[in-house]
């Protein structure tokens, strides 16, 4: 009777009051991931129950999984908006207006994928409510990654995100497309996880700690203490940087991304283009500006940070990004490259490193978001029976068969293609601007480049619009399929994209609140003042 | 580690191999004699008195005996299989607690070999890599026969090895322990007799039984070795000392099995009269080994008077019944530990029993 | 001479034991990687997984150790036999021949990625880290039950949804095509199948994969 006493008796009272102030944590901050995941199991269920005609049942309880999601993310920000930020689950979670911003965009991109996705599944005649499923525990993964405060609980989320995303992408099983993308895509995936893990195991190694802020103090000490340090944090921040260029896509490490968006579903493509690529971003800047900003310029003299190597990134990404797209013949490789060159333009966000960057790679993201669904909307709407639809031929003549969309689907292309009014063009220009406002030679010549790269990407946008409006209509073409899901998600993105074109300062305020808590790259050059007067929303929340 | 410990230690080790190597002899005398029983014959009893020195003479007979490699097989595997198979399973004696501590020569000895504080778990790590020596067995022999023993045998393991691992968590929250020794100390009370099977574990012992059954591929789970459908099963095409370490392996399996089933749910070494002066813990001693041959005698027993699963029921009976009951089992003895340790609720359960 | 003698009276037991198994893991781990013949490179594995786990016995992580065998060699690598088993893979022929040209590239990249991490390692005076604060403690069942319930809850449930999430994918890759696709086409005009049932081996193969 001497074991029964003692260590679980002890280990009970003490860890059960501290699991009660934990669950009380849980429901504070991380709701909105539980009701997610919730609806997951749920859509999971009525999969089951329900027949074989029925399983667009599990697609309805997952929309509604992804509204309840929606309050429960706005309920955080308006209730608690004093309180933020807010760090709780032993440091391992943290609420602010970054976080709650992209968990936002994760639960839009969910729920519009899920809306574009009826339709599309039942013409390829594989509606099966797992499909559902997998899309929420994806969104669950893209909700906790915003929000990590730990290498460990960013690791993990962002394998829940990829993991599931892996597999919608080799849903369609018949098609050895979908078969290829979805191998193609894992095995790189599943090495770029492997290269950010020994990053994170280097950092860890010198820092003592998996904690992002723990990360921010403890490097810069271990490295003025020990100036040989240098070289073992310089790998594992190398190894770091890669991984997250695989995660979003940016050349040279893009070549996952064509295969994989040409395979996969149109839909998960939507899904992957969008709302991966935004937890890749909120990944990447929680890792090298919470965790590693100090490290974003040279610390000891020699050695450059790793402003350096995003900023080569960046620029390599958009050229290679348009060169490529410009011989594209798929809209959907298209597409992909195109995806390549726009992340390389909200990596300018975070080489620029002030205020008014930040801002920009938000609000890049949050109107990204918007245009891309859009595009991907109508060329869901195109495929058709035995019709791939998506090549670009499959444009032709589409403003006489269908004006409405064809016009929606110009308005997205110009966004894209960043060219006023549109959406596209005021977050290219908060980037651009916010590169310039550095001062900096090397930055400038960045945005320049990158001036010169939205003037390559105009030509293949504008390929398409030559296509729907110029070029004669196939014969035999047949209508769209369409349904009110789809056809809400074109009008709404239209209208969205144009709106923010117009009128963008609702969007700027939020964006600017969101990028409010980044820490700024220190620097000479008095960039605060500046970055305020020029983003008035900044601190208007 | 001084010289002397290291010498305790490596006696204590050559003791243990011997006594296990001779019990797994005479568990095959024992199985012919208890089978020939049941079937109403007589079984071996030629060799010696009552036929006691017969697994002497198969012993040499087996070392005799020519040691045929077929032509066409993975030779390198087909060499190392047998090994994987009884290493592992004599390893497991290693952390079994035979006996509680013993005075020799004004010595402190234990009646184990060592003891750590994750035993149990190396127990089990040690019996899930004894699989890998029947899948190489019936995958190198090049022969189907083997190669369906070797597949079902891994099934089969993997499936009931989850309802094996599951059915002991009711007494690892019970008692909160992984290590062998405490968990035998745990169940000294009641005279002797607070043994996890009376309190409260019999639904998990239930289970681990069964498990470990299919996990010995003894009666009725015996389908990797069916004889009437795939001649010898994975040792098909084993002969001679080969041939006899799987058996050996088998066996000493089976022995680790009544062994674990002993400790976890029967109360190990305790009994009446362990408590008593010098000879306490020799009588400890001689309770283990009644347990653990009646054990072996169950095991015999059911050989001797069940039928065979069809593949089908045996996963069905795996996946759909032991291990629902097994996680029932958990929560069922967690709920019970929360509201007895949390809350304190033993001391007062007396009273509430008689009304006030 | 001095020095190496001097270097090797200050090992001890644990030492050797580290250098035993981390060559074992080492070695096993390239046999992994460069043997042909799958079964071989699972067994090879086991290897590995085994050093992996003896030397968290030497670093007081008994738990962890237990738990790496009876995952990983006793379930996961089991599985991976019992694939290669039931589907007869054959030993891969030379078909590396193919990226002839790209392993100029792999190798020196590798080499590189190598040398840095090691000479990262080897030039960095690790001695002024401070060890974490591992105590006697630590690597015991107590201690890492208590962390996973309270500092690691996040991670542990985000896992267990993971390992949930993983259990769908993999039925909904795996499944045999007959549900859905053929009931729909049942019920449904008997139109033109755009998404030919797969062939038998391929079927095979995507278990594989999943």
Same mark, same amino acid.
């Given at each position: 009777?001497?074991?029964?006493?003692?260590?679980?008796?002890?280990?009970?009272?003490?860890?059960?009051?501290?699991?009660?102030?934990?669950?009380?944590? !849980?429901?504070?901050?991380?709701?909105?991931?539980?009701?997610?995941? !919730?609806?997951?199991?749920?859509?999971?269920?009525?999969?089951?129950?329900?027949?074989?005609?029925?399983?667009?049942?599990?697609?309805?309880?997952?929309?509604?999984?992804?509204?309840?999601?929606?309050?429960?993310?706005?309920?955080?920000?308006?209730?608690?908006?004093?309180?933020?930020?807010?760090?709780?689950?032993?440091?391992?979670?943290?609420?602010?207006?970054?976080?709650?911003?992209?968990?936002?965009?994760?639960?839009?991109?969910?729920?519009?994928?899920?809306?574009?996705?009826?339709?599309?599944?039942?013409?390829?005649?594989?509606?099966?409510?797992?499909?559902?499923?997998?899309?929420?525990?994806?969104?669950?993964?893209?909700?906790?990654?915003?929000?990590?405060?730990?290498?460990?609980?960013?690791?993990?989320?962002?394998?829940?995100?990829?993991?599931?995303?892996?597999?919608?992408?080799?849903?369609?099983?018949?098609?050895?497309?979908?078969?290829?993308?979805?191998?193609?895509?894992?095995?790189?995936?599943?090495?770029?996880?492997?290269?950010?893990?020994?990053?994170?195991?280097?950092?860890?190694?010198?820092?003592?700690?998996?904690?992002?802020?723990?990360?921010?103090?403890?490097?810069?000490?271990?490295?003025?203490?020990?100036?040989?340090? !240098?070289?073992?944090?310089?790998?594992?921040?190398?190894?770091?940087?890669?991984?997250?260029?695989?995660?979003?896509?940016?050349?040279?490490?893009?070549?996952?991304?064509?295969?994989?968006?040409?395979?996969?579903?149109?839909?998960?493509?939507?899904?992957?283009?969008?709302?991966?690529?935004?937890?890749?971003?909120?990944?990447?800047?929680?890792?090298?500006?919470?965790?590693? &900003?100090?490290?974003?310029?040279?610390?000891?003299?020699?050695?450059?940070?790793?402003?350096?190597?995003?900023?080569?990134?960046?620029?390599?990404?958009?050229?290679?990004?348009?060169?490529?797209?410009?011989?594209?013949?798929?809209?959907?490789?298209?597409?992909?490259?195109?995806?390549?060159?726009?992340?390389?333009?909200?990596?300018?966000?975070?080489?620029?490193?002030?205020?008014?960057?930040?801002?920009?790679?938000?609000?890049?993201?949050?109107?990204?978001?918007?245009?891309?669904? &859009?595009?991907?909307?109508?060329?869901?709407?195109?495929?058709?029976?035995?019709?791939?639809?998506?090549?670009?031929?499959?444009?032709?003549?589409?403003?006489?068969?269908?004006?409405?969309?064809?016009?929606?689907?110009?308005?997205?292309?110009?966004?894209?293609?960043?060219?006023?009014?549109?959406?596209?063009?005021?977050?290219?220009?908060?980037?651009?601007?916010?590169?310039?406002?550095?001062?900096?030679?090397?930055?400038?010549?960045?945005?320049?480049?990158?001036?010169?790269?939205?003037?390559?990407?105009?030509?293949?946008?504008?390929?398409?619009?030559?296509?729907?409006?110029?070029?004669?209509?196939?014969?035999?073409?047949?209508?769209?399929?369409?349904?009110?899901?789809?056809?809400?998600?074109?009008?709404?993105?239209?209208?969205?994209?144009?709106?923010?074109?117009?009128?963008?300062?609702?969007?700027?305020?939020?964006?600017?609140?969101?990028?409010?808590?980044?820490?700024?790259?220190?620097?000479?050059?008095?960039?605060?003042?500046?970055?305020?007067?020029?983003?008035?929303?900044?601190?208007?929340? | 580690?001084?010289?002397?410990?290291?010498?305790?230690?490596?006696?204590?080790?050559?003791?243990?191999?011997?006594?296990?190597?001779?019990?797994?002899?005479?568990?095959?005398?024992?199985?012919?004699?208890?089978?020939?029983?049941?079937?109403?014959?007589?079984?071996?009893?030629?060799?010696?008195?009552?036929?006691?020195?017969?697994?002497?003479?198969?012993?040499?007979?087996?070392?005799?005996?020519?040691?045929?490699?077929?032509?066409?097989?993975?030779?390198?595997?087909?060499?190392?299989?047998?090994?994987?198979?009884?290493?592992?399973?004599?390893?497991?004696?290693?952390?079994?607690?035979?006996?509680?501590?013993?005075?020799?020569?004004?010595?402190?000895?234990?009646?184990?070999?060592?003891?750590?504080?994750?035993?149990?778990?190396?127990?089990?790590?040690?019996?899930?890599?004894?699989?890998?020596?029947?899948?190489?067995?019936?995958?190198?022999?090049?022969?189907?026969?083997?190669?369906?023993?070797?597949?079902?045998?891994?099934?089969?393991?993997?499936?009931?090895?989850?309802?094996?691992?599951?059915?002991?968590?009711?007494?690892?929250?019970?008692?909160?322990?992984?290590?062998?020794?405490?968990?035998?100390?745990?169940?000294?009370?009641?005279?002797?007799?607070?043994?996890?099977?009376?309190?409260?574990?019999?639904?998990?012992?239930?289970?681990?039984?069964?498990?470990?059954?299919?996990?010995?591929?003894?009666?009725?789970?015996?389908?990797?070795?069916?004889?009437?459908?795939?001649?010898?099963?994975?040792?098909?095409?084993?002969?001679?000392?080969?041939?006899?370490?799987?058996?050996?392996?088998?066996?000493?399996?089976?022995?680790?099995?009544?062994?674990?089933?002993?400790?976890?749910?029967?109360?190990?070494?305790?009994?009446?009269?362990?408590?008593?002066?010098?000879?306490?813990?020799?009588?400890?001693?001689?309770?283990?080994?009644?347990?653990?041959?009646?054990?072996?005698?169950?095991?015999?027993?059911?050989?001797?008077?069940?039928?065979?699963?069809?593949?089908?029921?045996?996963?069905?009976?795996?996946?759909?019944?032991?291990?629902?009951?097994?996680?029932?089992?958990?929560?069922?003895?967690?709920?019970?530990?929360?509201?007895?340790?949390?809350?304190?609720?033993?001391?007062?359960?007396?009273?509430?029993?008689?009304?006030? | 001479?001095?020095?190496?003698?001097?270097?090797?009276?200050?090992?001890?037991?644990?030492?050797?034991?580290?250098?035993?198994?981390?060559?074992?893991?080492?070695?096993?781990?390239?046999?992994?990687?460069?043997?042909?013949?799958?079964?071989?490179?699972?067994? @090879?594995?086991?290897?590995?997984? @085994?050093?992996?786990?003896?030397?968290?016995?030497?670093?007081?992580?008994?738990?962890?150790?237990?738990?790496?065998?009876?995952?990983?060699?006793?379930?996961?690598?089991?599985?991976?036999?019992?694939?290669?088993?039931?589907?007869?893979?054959?030993?891969?022929?030379?078909?590396?021949?193919?990226?002839?040209?790209?392993?100029?590239? @792999?190798?020196?990249?590798?080499?590189?990625?190598?040398?840095?991490?090691?000479?990262?390692?080897?030039?960095?005076?690790?001695?002024?880290?401070?060890?974490?604060?591992?105590?006697?403690?630590?690597?015991?069942?107590?201690?890492?039950?208590?962390?996973?319930?309270?500092?690691?809850?996040?991670?542990?449930?985000?896992?267990?949804?993971?390992?949930?999430?993983?259990?769908?994918? @993999?039925?909904?890759?795996?499944?045999?095509?007959?549900?859905?696709?053929?009931?729909?086409?049942?019920?449904?005009?008997?139109?033109?199948?755009?998404?030919?049932?797969?062939?038998?081996?391929?079927?095979?193969?995507?278990?594989?994969?999943?």
């Amino acid at each position: 009777m001497t074991v029964e006493g003692t260590g679980l008796a002890v280990f009970v009272s003490t860890a059960v009051p501290s699991a009660v102030d934990l669950l009380a944590e !849980v429901r504070d901050l991380a709701m909105p991931e539980i009701i997610v995941s !919730v609806f997951a199991c749920l859509a999971l269920l009525v999969a089951a129950g329900a027949g074989p005609r029925h399983q667009r049942l599990a697609g309805w309880a997952s929309l509604g999984g992804t509204a309840l999601g929606l309050v429960s993310v706005v309920s955080i920000w308006i209730a608690q908006g004093r309180t933020l930020p807010r760090i709780g689950l032993a440091g391992m979670y943290v609420v602010d207006e970054f976080a709650l911003l992209f968990k936002g965009i994760a639960v839009v991109a969910a729920a519009v994928t899920i809306a574009i996705s009826m339709r599309f599944l039942t013409e390829e005649r594989t509606e099966r409510g797992e499909y559902y499923a997998l899309v929420l525990f994806a969104t669950v993964g893209m909700m906790l990654v915003p929000s990590g405060a730990d290498l460990l609980s960013l690791f993990i989320a962002l394998e829940l995100m990829s993991l599931s995303v892996y597999v919608l992408v080799g849903y369609l099983r018949g098609d050895g497309r979908s078969n290829e993308a979805a191998m193609k895509y894992f095995l790189l995936g599943a090495f770029s996880s492997g290269v950010l893990l020994y990053g994170m195991s280097l950092v860890y190694g010198v820092a003592g700690s998996t904690r992002l802020v723990d990360l921010a103090v403890a490097l810069p000490q271990a490295i003025s203490a020990n100036g040989d340090l !240098v070289l073992l944090v310089g790998v594992g921040v190398a190894l770091l940087v890669a991984g997250l260029a695989f995660k979003v896509a940016a050349a040279p490490f893009h070549v996952w991304a064509p295969d994989a968006y040409e395979g996969a579903p149109t839909p998960v493509t939507a899904f992957m283009s969008v709302g991966v690529k935004a937890a890749s971003f909120a990944l990447l800047v929680r890792i090298l500006v919470d965790g590693l &900003g100090p490290l974003r310029a040279a610390v000891e003299s020699g050695w450059p940070g790793w402003d350096l190597s995003v900023g080569v990134l960046a620029a390599v990404a958009m050229t290679w990004g348009n060169l490529a797209a410009l011989t594209q013949k798929n809209a959907k490789r298209l597409l992909a490259y195109s995806a390549v060159a726009h992340s390389g333009y909200a990596l300018l966000g975070v080489v620029a490193g002030n205020r008014m960057g930040y801002t920009g790679l938000v609000l890049y993201i949050v109107v990204y978001v918007a245009m891309n669904f &859009g595009a991907f909307a109508v060329l869901i709407a195109l495929r058709r029976g035995t019709i791939a639809g998506d090549g670009i031929e499959d444009f032709r003549g589409l403003a006489a068969r269908a004006p409405g969309m064809a016009a929606l689907m110009t308005v997205f292309m110009l966004g894209l293609g960043g060219i006023p009014p549109t959406a596209g063009f005021v977050g290219k220009f908060y980037l651009f601007a916010a590169l310039v406002e550095t001062g900096d030679r090397w930055l400038v010549a960045l945005a320049a480049l990158a001036l010169v790269n939205t003037a390559i990407s105009a030509y293949y946008y504008l390929l398409f619009v030559k296509a729907m409006y110029a070029d004669a209509d196939e014969a035999g073409a047949p209508a769209l399929a369409t349904s009110p899901g789809l056809l809400a998600v074109v009008v709404v993105s239209g209208v969205l994209t144009l709106a923010v074109g117009v009128y963008p300062q609702p969007v700027i305020a939020v964006s600017g609140a969101a990028a409010e808590r980044l820490e700024p790259a220190p620097g000479p050059k008095p960039t605060r003042n500046s970055a305020e007067r020029a983003a008035p929303g900044g601190r208007a929340r | 580690m001084t010289l002397e410990m290291f010498l305790i230690t490596a006696v204590k080790i050559g003791l243990v191999l011997f006594i296990i190597l001779t019990a797994v002899a005479y568990c095959t005398y024992m199985e012919r004699r208890v089978l020939a029983f049941i079937q109403v014959r007589l079984g071996p009893n030629r060799v010696g008195p009552f036929g006691l020195l017969q697994p002497l003479a198969d012993g040499i007979k087996f070392i005799f005996k020519e040691d045929v490699i077929p032509t066409d097989v993975t030779r390198f595997i087909y060499i190392l299989a047998p090994i994987t198979a009884l290493v592992p399973a004599l390893m497991t004696f290693a952390v079994i607690p035979f006996g509680d501590r013993l005075e020799i020569f004004g010595k402190d000895i234990s009646l184990y070999i060592t003891g750590f504080n994750v035993s149990l778990l190396f127990v089990f790590a040690m019996t899930s890599l004894g699989v890998y020596g029947i899948v190489l067995a019936g995958w190198s022999s090049n022969s189907k026969y083997s190669l369906f023993g070797g597949l079902r045998s891994s099934a089969q393991m993997i499936s009931y090895e989850l309802a094996l691992s599951l059915s002991i968590i009711g007494v690892l929250i019970q008692v909160g322990s992984l290590d062998l020794v405490k968990i035998v100390e745990a169940q000294s009370g009641w005279h002797g007799f607070q043994w996890n099977v009376i309190a409260f574990q019999p639904i998990g012992f239930l289970i681990f039984f069964i498990a470990v059954l299919a996990e010995t591929n003894r009666v009725p789970f015996d389908l990797p070795e069916a004889e009437t459908e795939l001649v010898g099963g994975f040792h098909t095409e084993y002969s001679s000392m080969k041939f006899a370490m799987f058996f050996m392996a088998e066996y000493s399996a089976m022995i680790t099995a009544s062994c674990m089933a002993t400790v976890l749910f029967f109360g190990g070494w305790n009994g009446p009269g362990t408590q008593l002066e010098t000879i306490g813990p020799f009588i400890g001693l001689a309770w283990f080994t009644l347990k653990v041959f009646l054990f072996l005698f169950t095991y015999i027993w059911i050989r001797g008077t069940l039928p065979r699963f069809r593949y089908d029921q045996l996963m069905d009976f795996g996946w759909k019944l032991l291990l629902p009951l097994a996680i029932f089992n958990i929560v069922f003895t967690a709920t019970w530990k929360f509201l007895f340790h949390y809350y304190d609720l033993a001391p007062s359960l007396p009273a509430w029993m008689q009304g006030k | 001479m001095d020095t190496i003698t001097s270097y090797l009276s200050s090992l001890t037991a644990e030492h050797y034991f580290f250098f035993l198994f981390a060559i074992v893991a080492i070695a096993s781990s390239l046999e992994v990687v460069m043997q042909r013949s799958p079964l071989y490179s699972a067994i @090879a594995l086991v290897f590995t997984m @085994a050093s992996l786990a003896a030397n968290f016995v030497l670093l007081k992580a008994q738990f962890l150790a237990a738990i790496q065998i009876i995952v990983y060699a006793g379930a996961i690598i089991v599985l991976f036999v019992f694939v290669i088993m039931l589907l007869n893979v054959r030993a891969e022929e030379s078909r590396l021949d193919r990226f002839g040209a790209l392993r100029f590239i @792999a190798v020196p990249s590798a080499l590189v990625l190598f040398l840095g991490a090691f000479a990262a390692i080897r030039f960095s005076n690790l001695d002024t880290l401070s060890p974490s604060p591992a105590s006697a403690a630590a690597g015991t069942t107590e201690r890492i039950a208590e962390l996973m319930f309270t500092k690691y809850l996040l991670p542990f449930e985000a896992a267990s949804v993971l390992i949930m999430m993983a259990i769908v994918g @993999a039925l909904v890759l795996a499944s045999r095509a007959r549900d859905v696709e053929a009931e729909m086409a049942a019920i449904e005009a008997p139109a033109e199948s755009e998404a030919p049932l797969p062939e038998p081996e391929d079927r095979l193969e995507e278990v594989e994969v999943s």
